[in-house]
């Protein structure tokens, strides 16, 4: 069946059989090997990208049901800065969120949305942030920090933060009341 | 692991995909947000023929109040359940419950409805629609009917919903006026199954004493369970501590919870003693707040 998608904002079309998960996708049709794939159940969040503005696992997909959809995924935070890194990706550096780096693209891609909607710094709402995501390396301390910093940076700092882009996103998902008629 | 083949069709009507469904003959299944099914199909453990997604059936969406009552569509993501006005206004058992319901990137993909054909022994939504004394819509090429929810959970994952039905909405009563609600649950870490769980709604009058109660315990049975006995042993009372130790008792002597990995029997069965007690204390005390707002504004 043929799969047509807005991947990281170009056009992006392969025919794939329905049983192709949205991960096997991305990885092995499209080629973007950031998105990682840890359980295929759900649980570890490796495999975290963003369909229509909202962070999802691709894992849990078929490719074919996103077919007209715009597709996010990890690639995309520096090909938007022209290979610059998102103040989220400095951050996870600067603050030791990451040591094998196996999840972080799930992190990056669960905190993106989040950190877009509103500043992020108290430690029990970063843990609930970030509870969707496992990482066996960290013991989540440095990732704490990180996101804490990336939301300093991010939310006190206009010319760094790109609050506009990010904010954006959150304009394609309305979240507030968005189901209610 | 790698889903076995299956054939997929993603209608655009209703009426297509019931006809979608009964054509297959019991070998299709209807796929909603997929983060129940799609991992039982990465294991194997479900190896439906054909998929009809049902997420393109624009009527199938959308919260809405009709007659008074909360009528949340089949295919409502429950990141959007969780962000409805409507839901926190009035019927905020479930606005309590929604953010135990996994983690937001499984939440913002799965559905109301799913949840509840799903059938899990722990899913708040399925304990919710319980205590508030709700109901499902089905629709099939056969026709249209209601299920109560007393009527709905039969077994772990089994419902009285048919193969080739589809579940097209929830719908729940408006509680009375000055109830007060809550839900508590125990789990390893926020976003996993609850290892126990309880939902609580109790109206009470101007002497605080109960007039009406529901109580809801989940993960204590294969599947969510109202508690009568509690119930009853509430109404006409105040909530002292002999009234709130002998309903918690009723409510949980003869739950046999399972022991997994997770948790012993034991060990659930005293957390949803302790959740029962929670709910229950915390859903007295706001109804009776709310009869103080309520007295103060008229
Ligand atoms: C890591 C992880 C953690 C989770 N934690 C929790 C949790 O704590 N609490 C909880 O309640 N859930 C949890 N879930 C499950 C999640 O809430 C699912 O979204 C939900 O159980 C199923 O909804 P769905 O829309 O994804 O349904 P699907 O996965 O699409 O379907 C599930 C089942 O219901 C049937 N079905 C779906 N929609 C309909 C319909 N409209 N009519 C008829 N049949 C239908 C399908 O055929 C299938 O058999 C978790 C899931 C994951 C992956
Ligand atoms: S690979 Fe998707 S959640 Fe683990
Ligand atoms: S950095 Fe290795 S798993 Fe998180």
Redesign the interface.
């Known amino acids: 069946m043929r799969v047509e998608i807005n991947l990281n904002g170009k056009p992006f079309a392969a025919d794939v059989e329905p049983r192709m998960l949205l991960s096997d996708f991305i990885r092995h049709e499209a080629c973007l090997t950031g998105t990682h794939v840890g359980c295929e159940q759900g649980g570890c969040g490796a495999c975290t990208i963003q369909v229509d503005g909202r962070a999802v696992r691709s894992c849990l997909l078929f490719a074919i049901q996103v077919d007209g959809s715009t597709v996010r995924t990890v690639e995309a935070l520096s090909d938007e800065r022209d290979g610059a890194l998102h103040p989220l990706q400095e951050a996870f550096r600067e603050c030791h969120g990451l040591q094998c780096g196996f999840c972080t693209p799930g992190f990056l891609m669960s905190l993106e949305p989040a950190l877009a909607s509103g500043p992020l710094d108290d430690e029990q709402a970063i843990r609930d942030a970030i509870s969707g995501n496992i990482c066996r390396c960290t013991g989540y301390a440095g990732i704490v920090d990180a996101v804490r910093h990336a939301s300093n940076t991010i939310w006190n700092d206009p010319d760094i933060g790109t609050v506009d882009d990010l904010g954006s996103l959150g304009e394609d998902a309305p979240r507030s009341g968005a189901g209610d008629e | ?8 069709t ?1 209608p655009r009507s209703l009426g297509e995909a019931l006809r979608a469904l009964a054509d297959a003959a019991g070998d299709g299944k209807v ?1 909603a947000g ?2 129940s099914l ?2 039982l ?3 194997r453990f479900a190896r439906p023929g054909l ?1 009809v ?1 049902v ?1 393109r059936i624009p009527e199938l ?4 109040r009709r007659d008074g009552e909360l009528r ?1 569509g089949a295919t ?2 429950q ?3 969780e ?4 839901i926190a206004r009035g019927w905020p058992l479930l606005r309590q419950a929604l953010p135990h319901v ?5 939440r ?2 799965g559905t109301v409805g799913g949840s509840v054909a799903h059938a899990d022994p722990a899913a708040e939504i399925c304990s919710v629609l319980l205590a508030y004394g709700g109901r499902v819509e089905v629709a099939s090429v056969r026709g249209v009917r209601e299920i109560d929810a007393s009527d709905l959970f039969v077994g772990q994952f089994v419902t009285t919903i048919e193969a080739d039905e589809i579940l097209t909405a929830v719908v729940v009563p408006p509680p009375p006026a000055g109830t007060g609600t809550a839900f508590h649950e125990v789990a390893r ?3 996993d199954f609850a290892l126990a769980g309880a939902a609580a709604a109790v109206t009470t009058d101007d002497r605080g004493r109960c007039e009406r109660a529901s109580l809801c315990l989940l993960g204590a049975a294969p599947t969510p369970i109202r508690r009568a006995a509690a119930e009853a042993h509430l109404v006409g009372n105040e909530l002292t501590d002999a009234v709130l130790a002998e309903a918690v008792a009723l409510a949980t002597a003869d739950i046999e919870p399972p022991s997994d990995v997770h948790g012993s029997s034991a060990y659930r069965t005293r957390a949803a003693r302790e959740m029962a007690a929670r709910a229950l204390t915390e859903a007295f005390a706001r109804s009776a707040r709310d009869r103080g707002q309520r007295k103060e504004a008229s």
């Open positions: 692991m790698k889903p076995p083949p299956f054939d997929y993603a796929i997929g983060q799609v991992p199909m990465n294991f998929l997604d997420n969406t959308g919260i809405r949340i409502t993501r990141a959007d359940a962000q409805s006005g409507i996994a983690h937001q990137q499984i913002n993909r870490r926020h976003g």
